[in-house]
């Protein structure tokens, strides 16, 4: 799907749950709007050394979380790029307010499909996904999707179906 937007924005933020296409919506408006594309997970390996989920482990999700916050703090002063952000973003305070502030697109997508993609990965964050009962990983799925669903509304200046 084209978005158009009444004005070009500065920066653009692409939100979404576990599983959507966050990234190839923001590969699709990087294309359109002529602007770089950044993957704010990939910086945060990049700068730290570790992957995420090393990351987690050792220093839990709360310095995750600064991480993320300090990006996007370095990021408010620049333009021209589109940034892909990681699934629960909205979780942190400090990092709503600024997506908030933002051009930022939810890609939300129908929740069976988003479980369809990610019920088999073995390499998921969430240790809910790994549980060997598939039903109750679907229910946590689910459930959590419901706590994130209007964090992710509240966040964005228009889903994937609204213009900016």
Not at 21 to 49: C, F, K, N, S
Not at 52 to 67: Q, S
Not at 73 to 102: P, T, W, Y
């Amino acid at each position: 799907m084209k978005e158009e937007f009444n004005t070009k924005p500065p920066r653009l933020f692409v939100i979404g749950y576990i599983g959507s296409r966050r990234m190839e919506r923001g590969e699709e408006l990087a294309r359109e709007l002529g602007y770089q594309l950044l993957d704010l997970d990939r910086m945060i390996e990049e700068r730290d050394g570790r992957s995420l989920k090393k990351l987690i482990m050792m220093m839990g999700e709360h310095e995750y979380r600064n991480k993320e916050y300090e990006i996007l703090k370095e990021l408010e002063s620049q333009q021209g790029f589109v940034l892909v952000c990681g699934d629960g973003i909205v979780h942190d305070e400090m990092n709503l307010a600024i997506l908030k502030r933002e051009a930022t697109i939810f890609v939300e997508e129908p929740l069976e499909i988003l479980w369809e993609r990610v019920r088999e990965k073995a390499d998921g964050l969430y240790a809910f996904l790994h549980d060997s009962d598939r039903e109750r990983a679907r229910i946590k799925f689910m459930e959590f999707y419901q706590l994130r669903l209007p964090l992710y509304r509240e966040a964005s200046s228009a889903s994937e179906d609204q213009k900016l």
